[in-house]
């Protein structure tokens, strides 16, 4: 069993920035971050692979997040800038232990984070 632990949410103004931060307790084979708004299903932002560091992105946050890793602290973070309004949600953690995974789907991954709210004022 894996237990992630998500950090770093909170207020910002639009244009402004966050780095979110998920500490693991053990090593997996992706990481991953989704977010969910209000009424709305949960949705795929980015992940990296924990050796090579590969990442995959939503296209509506490309060129604005960055997902990176410390193979050392077992951590991955997600760097938000020029963050909009609409990126407002609950942001989660999660880690997969499989190879070749769907990287977008939550069903593909096998642990989760309780989650932190982000929250972009206009």
């Known amino acids: 069993q894996v237990q992630l632990v998500e950090s770093g949410g909170g207020l910002v103004q639009a244009g402004g920035s966050l780095r979110l931060s998920c500490a693991a307790s053990?090593?997996?084979?992706?990481m991953g971050w989704f977010r969910q708004a209000p009424g709305k299903e949960r949705e795929f932002v980015a992940a990296i692979r924990w050796s090579g560091g590969s990442t995959w992105y939503v296209d509506y946050v490309k060129g604005r997040f960055t997902i990176s890793r410390d193979n050392a602290k077992n951590t991955v973070y997600l760097q938000m800038n020029s963050l909009k309004p609409e990126d407002t949600a609950v942001y989660y953690c999660?880690?997969?232990?499989?190879?070749?995974?769907?990287?977008?789907?939550?069903?593909?991954?096998?642990?989760w984070g309780q989650g932190t709210q982000v929250t972009v004022s206009s």
């Open positions: 053990g090593r997996t084979y992706y």
């Open positions: 999660a880690a997969a232990k499989k190879i070749g995974i769907r990287i977008a789907i939550p069903v593909e991954y096998d642990y």
